[in-house]
């Protein structure tokens, strides 16, 4: 399984965009990257996921330059209710039934 | 979207009695889930992988004896966490992995976790 890396912590301002870098120098040919968000006390909750180049949702965007090596998830304008702890994950996307590894994660903080 | 659900969402018990915490997929059939524990400040452990009709298999370090898992239906499984004591005191969350279609896309869907606290 390829090994992710992610800021600790980072702060924010309310209405700043926030990039977040994971590292994932070992990424495999098959693997996808998927970004979760989690709340205290609350299990981790989707926030978006892509293979390569850029990925927008209604929430996030996923940029991945060419050589897969890194991921950013970009949050435009972010509120109090992005502080969170964000977690980058790399896996293999045709395998049903295959587990997720969390890293660390990185906690946002978002002041006012 | 997909749902998963836990319960107890908290619970409190006696250092020595055994705990049952349920994982739930309310709207599609999963034949594998997880079981994740998470301690304050710290990530998400995967404990074990479970299996519809079949034993659970443990991560490394991990007492398959003291963290018994059931998954009987493709709906639900259970871990029940037996003699308990305090250091088992944790933030249980369980996941479900769901099929997409005809594809083995690897969809996962977290439950909302379970609050142990062993006195």
């Known amino acids: 399984l390829a090994k992710t890396t992610q800021p600790i912590s980072m702060d924010s301002y309310e209405g700043q965009e926030v990039n977040i870098t994971c590292s994932h120098n070992n990424i495999a040919t098959n693997d996808y990257i998927t970004w979760y968000q989690q709340f205290p006390s609350q299990g981790p909750r989707f926030i978006i996921q892509?293979?390569?180049t850029k990925v927008t949702n209604e929430v996030a965007s996923l940029f991945i330059p060419a050589d897969r090596k890194s991921s950013t998830l970009s949050l435009p304008r972010v509120s109090l209710s992005d502080t969170a702890v964000y977690y980058c994950?790399?896996?293999?996307?045709?395998?049903?039934?295959?587990?997720?590894?969390f890293g660390k994660g990185t906690t946002l903080s978002v002041s006012s | 979207g997909a749902v998963v659900s836990q319960h107890p969402s908290r619970v409190i018990c006696k250092s020595g009695t055994s705990v049952k915490i349920e994982c739930r997929s309310l709207?599609?059939?999963?034949?594998?889930m997880f079981w994740y524990r998470q301690f304050p400040k710290q990530s998400l452990m995967l404990m074990a992988t479970?299996?519809?009709?079949?034993?659970?298999?443990?991560e490394q370090g991990v007492e398959k004896d003291k963290f018994l898992i059931n998954h009987a239906s493709l709906t639900l499984s259970t871990l029940t966490v037996t003699s308990a004591h305090p250091e088992d005191s944790s933030f249980y969350i369980c996941?479900?992995?769901?099929?997409?279609?005809?594809?083995?896309?690897?969809?996962?869907?977290f439950g909302p976790g379970t609050r142990l606290t062993v006195l």
């Open positions: 479970s299996n519809e009709g079949s034993k659970a298999t443990y």
């Open positions: 996941s479900a992995s769901r099929t997409s279609g005809t594809s083995s896309y690897n969809e996962q869907f």
């Open positions: 709207d599609f059939q999963a034949t594998t």
């Open positions: 892509g293979y390569k």
């Open positions: 994950l790399v896996g293999v996307i045709n395998q049903a039934g295959t587990a997720l590894i």
